[in-house]
């Protein structure tokens, strides 16, 4: 006999995906580290990057199921997850302040390991004008059109939305292939200097973020096709969309001060 818990909480049923998770994301990340050093041996990334997307689906299927068909996530329930979304954003605001932290303990000391200019002699840094103008208005552009989409879903304009939404996702796959263009045209590595490493570190880690929230909203949009957003019951749209605001923040500081500040 099942029993019934007249409460507004969630108690989770039994899963095997946060144990198997946390495997193949250990598991992905020896198998990165070990693609450093033996370049030709990619067999195991390759698996564990495949096995760490097939957990990361069906846990989010299994979520989804909860929220939408089961009824499990009430009032009480968003209110923790939101809780949750707003520690995670925090967490991730401490992690590049840590790269920030770097850059300007390099750019305002330089000593004479590193040069005593910044950039370091020799290192050409980027013309702030040129692609990291065009990135930094686009990333403006898909905050606002990830906010109008959010308002239309409020607003119950089911179309409206999902058309914002989508040249949100294109929005982000441009700026991706702009950076991706930009780190070809290059003249100088993440191995030149400290300047190299703080650049390529900070930008790479903000694109890999754009990816993440890009798929995120990608996730989103292919959920509202399917009829499982309404203008009251939306959270993981919600999030996304916090996510990508926070993205867009880190890029306007990497872009006054990891480029334009001393070019």
Not at 7 to 23: C, D, N, R, T
Not at 36 to 51: A, D, K, P, V
Not at 182 to 190: A, D, P, V
């Amino acid at each position: 006999m099942k029993l019934k818990f007249f409460h507004p909480f969630h108690l989770v049923s039994v899963s095997p995906w946060p144990i198997l998770g946390a495997l193949s994301v250990f598991n992905l990340t020896f198998s990165t580290a070990n693609l450093f050093n033996y370049y030709n041996q990619s067999q195991m990334i390759l698996l564990s990057t495949l096995t760490t997307l097939m957990i990361m689906f069906q846990w989010w299927r299994d979520v989804i199921r909860e929220s939408t068909f089961e009824g499990s996530h009430t009032k009480e329930v968003f209110q923790g997850m939101k809780i949750g979304m707003i520690l995670f954003i925090t967490s991730e605001v401490f992690f590049f302040i840590s790269f920030f932290w770097a850059f300007f303990h390099s750019s305002l000391s330089p000593d004479i390991f590193i040069g005593v200019s910044w950039p370091p002699k020799g290192i050409l840094s980027f013309n702030p004008m040129g692609i990291p103008l065009l990135n930094t208005l686009i990333l403006i552009s898909s905050g606002i059109s990830v906010t109008f989409s959010h308002h239309s879903l409020i607003l119950n304009k089911k179309t409206q939305m999902e058309s914002s939404l989508f040249l949100t996702c294109l929005l982000g796959l441009y700026f991706l292939s702009l950076q991706l263009l930009e780190y070809k045209t290059s003249s100088f590595s993440i191995s030149d200097s400290i300047y190299g490493t703080i650049f390529f570190m900070a930008t790479g880690f903000h694109g890999l973020h754009v990816l993440i929230g890009t798929l995120f909203l990608l996730i989103c949009f292919k959920r509202s096709l399917n009829s499982q957003f309404s203008s009251m019951h939306h959270f993981g749209f919600e999030a996304a969309a916090w996510y990508w605001h926070f993205v867009d923040v880190v890029w306007l500081y990497l872009y006054l001060f990891v480029y334009w500040w001393k070019f």
